[in-house]
């Protein structure tokens, strides 16, 4: 995510870091190197002006230049020239409360993943305590009503749909009756798309928006195209109106352009980020913290949060006193592992470490070892796995058998977890550095251990 720009931002602003002294010179270097990086994460040449010129201004002024620690400061300016050209603060939705209905029409081109976006959003709000259901507007596309019902069955979500309709207003004035009759709070509408801007789309979307009257209308965009995105946004919101933006494939997108444009162009604030395949990948966006990122300081905030929608308290409680006593079981490490997996891409959990960003490639970790490991380890009894010492040589030979391994891969898999296990007591106890945090993932990166 970002690392293209993550790796040349972070650069630029080595060269100042730590200086006890900098000066002009320093600022220019510093600022140009960051341009061009911006630039090249196709960044629209009106908002890198703005941003350089702003920066350039605030950062050669006495507060800086005679500073304690000028380096820190001049981060510091960049940092928060970044948060406010990317919102300045989290955008909530406006929704009503739970006795009235609240409607979102949610606005696309095909492709853009729109009706994959409105299921994620439904399942947000549902795991918010409210109760949403997903309409079928779209009714050009083939198969956009199954694929949204499908989408549906798979969050829990009421789908409402029409098959054969020819008129969206009439949908949602049915789906409507169907939602007051049901205690539904929330109807979040898929509309219709077409691979590019029309005049009919936008006379439909127009008569739709009237009839519904939404409380947030939202774009979904694909990052990955960067500055059309931003002119799809700009159009969308001349011809309907918008209210926020939704930008997709955020976890592919290396450069970062369209995140870094939509608000200064547009002046509509991104609400929400796609970050991979699954209904569970869609994320608010925080300004902060993607600026933090680009800047190299990483994302822990975000990472915490991740891993408390796979642990409770209680669990990771424990598992922190089993680390510390070196009572970490073979049984633990396969919960870890399967409890990884829920919480994305490897890569994106790595980036989200201060210092980790743009160090380690999700290609270096090697994905068919997990797999390997997990293989082994669910190939064990529970016996075994509470107790790695009594695993002898005719029970290595029969989960080596059970997991279609080798019996030199199931003892490098015990031999590593009595490494790992040392490891983790040490990490347990380590404080909140980086340097010593990034030092100790080289070293189980290195062991094999993810």
Request: hydrophobic share 40%; charged share 30%; glycine share 8%.
């Amino acid at each position: 995510m970002l690392d293209k720009l993550t790796q040349k931002v972070s650069d630029a602003l080595r060269a100042v870091a730590g200086k006890a002294t900098i000066t002009e010179k320093n600022i220019d270097e510093a600022v140009d190197a960051i341009k061009m990086a911006l630039l090249e994460a196709d960044v629209n040449l009106r908002v890198v002006r703005r941003f350089v010129n702003s920066t350039i201004e605030e950062a050669k002024g006495e507060k800086v230049l005679r500073s304690v620690d000028p380096g820190q400061q001049f981060i510091k300016i960049v940092h928060d020239k970044l948060v406010s050209f990317l919102g300045d603060t989290k955008q909530d939705l406006e929704l009503k409360g739970p006795d009235t209905i609240s409607t979102i029409l949610m606005l696309g081109l095909q492709g853009s993943g729109k009706t994959t976006s409105s299921a994620k959003l439904a399942l947000r709000l549902k795991k918010e305590g409210r109760k949403p259901m997903l309409v079928a507007c779209d009714l050009v596309r083939p198969a956009a009503m199954e694929q949204l019902a499908v989408l549906g069955t798979q969050i829990g979500v009421p789908v409402f749909k029409e098959d054969g309709a020819k008129d969206s207003v009439k949908v949602y004035r049915d789906a409507s009756s169907w939602a007051q009759k049901n205690m539904i709070d929330t109807m979040i509408i898929d509309t219709t798309g077409r691979l590019q801007i029309d005049e009919p789309m936008m006379a439909e979307l127009s008569r739709l928006k009237d009839a519904a009257r939404p409380d947030e209308l939202l774009l979904v965009a694909d990052s990955m195209t960067g500055q059309s995105a931003v002119d799809i946004a700009k159009t969308f919101d001349e011809k309907i109106g918008l209210t926020g933006v939704v930008l997709t494939k955020f976890d592919s997108d290396t450069r970062g352009g369209a995140a870094l444009s939509l608000k200064t162009i547009t002046g509509k604030p991104l609400k929400f980020v796609g970050t991979g395949e699954k209904p569970e990948d869609f994320e608010p966006f925080y300004p902060d913290r993607i600026a933090g990122r680009i800047l190299g300081m990483g994302d822990v905030v975000s990472l915490v949060e991740k891993a408390q929608e796979v642990y409770d308290q209680k669990e990771a409680e424990e598992l922190q006193k089993k680390m510390e006593k070196e009572n970490f079981t073979l049984e633990d490490w396969l919960n870890q592992l399967k409890s990884v997996k829920k919480m994305g891409s490897l890569q994106s959990m790595i980036d989200m470490i201060p210092g980790m960003a743009g160090q380690v490639n999700e290609e270096d970790i090697d994905k068919a070892e997990l797999k390997s490991q997990e293989a082994i380890l669910s190939s064990m009894t529970k016996k075994e796995r509470a107790n790695h010492l009594i695993i002898g040589p005719s029970r290595r030979s029969r989960i080596a058998r059970g997991s279609g391994t080798s019996v030199a891969e199931v003892a490098r898999l015990l031999k590593r977890f009595e490494k790992m296990r040392t490891m983790m007591k040490k990490m347990s106890k380590m404080s909140k550095n980086p340097k010593s945090a990034q030092s100790m993932m080289a070293r189980m990166q290195g062991g094999g251990f993810f």
